[in-house]
């Protein structure tokens, strides 16, 4: 059984940090790059950043360049995003993905086999 599972997520004041974590079974990790998506109520799900599980390349969209990290850690088959500076902005669903994601392109929904349940981020005062 394929599983993605998210973990990590809360209510967290402008300004702060979470580190989400996406737990892997059920298919070779290292064939899969892995992905975070995120969706706000009303809004289309939008890619954050990506990371190839083979090589580490990695993608950030702009509006959270230097403000998130993503990493893995291939022997815990787990991928993780450190959520730095939180903007209110940043609330949503935040969901990862497994997929054939290509080196250098921004990361599309449709190249996405699997998904987890999603972790619920919220930034407010």
């Known amino acids: 059984e394929v599983q993605l599972v998210e973990s990590g997520g809360g209510l967290v004041q402008p300004g702060g940090s979470l580190r989400l974590s996406c737990a892997a079974s059920?298919?070779?990790?290292?064939?899969?790059?892995i992905g975070w998506f995120r969706q706000a109520p009303g809004k289309e799900r939008e890619g954050v950043s990506c990371?190839?599980?083979?090589?580490?390349?990695?993608y950030y969209a702009d509006f959270v360049k230097g403000r998130f990290t993503i990493s893995s850690d291939n022997a815990k088959n787990t991928v993780y995003l450190q959520l730095n500076s939180l903007k209110p902005e940043d609330t949503a669903i935040y969901y990862c993905?497994?997929?054939?994601?290509?080196?250098?392109?921004?990361?599309?929904?449709?190249?996405?086999?699997?998904w987890g349940q999603g972790t619920q981020v919220t930034v407010s005062s």
């Open positions: 990371i190839s599980s083979r090589d580490a390349s990695t």
């Open positions: 993905a497994a997929g054939g994601w290509i080196p250098g392109t921004t990361p599309l929904q449709e190249e996405y086999d699997y």
């Open positions: 059920g298919f070779t990790f290292d064939d899969y790059a």
